[in-house]
């Protein structure tokens, strides 16, 4: 059975935005039986030998799927994807449309965006790298607004792991405020947190996770 290591325990501030959220989000739209290890980050589960061992980085999501151990989100989700057949396109054009969206949600548009948090939390606020950060997030947030024009998801005509996370990045990573400009971002947003899918994974991690 697929083992799925996400949060038990953790920091009430993160709790509800976790990366574990975009796993279990893409397990519900795939139908596929999974058993959740609970890590509690507060009492250093993520620091011990064992768990360094899966990921280095001591960070969660991880998968170990019957020996095949797969860290960082965007990979677990290509994983996932492509060993189910669904959620990404079998020809080669296709599936490259999709990796190329995993890759802008993560890199592009994840990067300025959590950049600009981390430095706004680190006591920045107001400071000339915190400004340069939010016009960068800014520039790429309308870029991205003018790519999802007329689109209803962002790499194919149907719901792909590129947008479980881009969904996350912006609901999870970006400030309310930074999206309201942007009314084809809020839509798309809306669009895919509207899915019986996500709203059952938010549910299940709700009722599990505890915050500290
Ligand atoms: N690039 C990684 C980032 C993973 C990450 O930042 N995980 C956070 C939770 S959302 C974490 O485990 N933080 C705990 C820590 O770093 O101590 C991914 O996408 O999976």
């Known amino acids: 059975m697929l083992k799925l290591y996400g949060f038990a325990r953790v920091n ?19 139908g596929l039986p999974y058993d959740i290890v609970g890590m509690d980050h507060p009492k250093h589960d993520l620091d011990s030998p064992a768990y360094r061992a899966l990921n280095p980085f001591g960070q969660i999501p991880v998968i170990d799927d019957d020996g095949v151990v797969v860290s960082e989100s965007g990979a677990i989700l290509l994983y996932l994807a492509r060993k189910s057949g669904k959620l990404i396109p079998t020809d080669l054009a296709g599936e490259a449309q999709v990796l190329r969206w995993c890759f802008t949600a993560l890199t592009t548009i994840e990067v300025p965006v959590l950049s600009l948090w981390f430095v706004n939390l680190s006591g920045g606020k107001g400071s000339k790298p915190s400004e340069a950060l939010r016009s960068w997030a800014e520039m790429r947030l309308k870029e991205l607004d003018g790519w999802l024009n007329h689109r209803q998801f962002i790499a194919t005509d149907e719901l792909t792991v590129a947008d479980i996370l881009m969904t996350h990045v912006l609901d999870a990573g970006t400030p309310e405020e930074m999206l309201e400009p942007y009314p084809n971002l809020v839509s798309y947003r809306a669009r895919c947190t509207e899915r019986p899918a996500w709203k059952r994974t938010v549910a299940a991690y709700d009722a599990r996770v505890q915050g500290a």
């Open 12 to 30: 009430e501030g993160a709790r509800g935005n976790t990366r574990d959220l975009r796993v279990l989000w893409a397990l519900e739209e795939l």
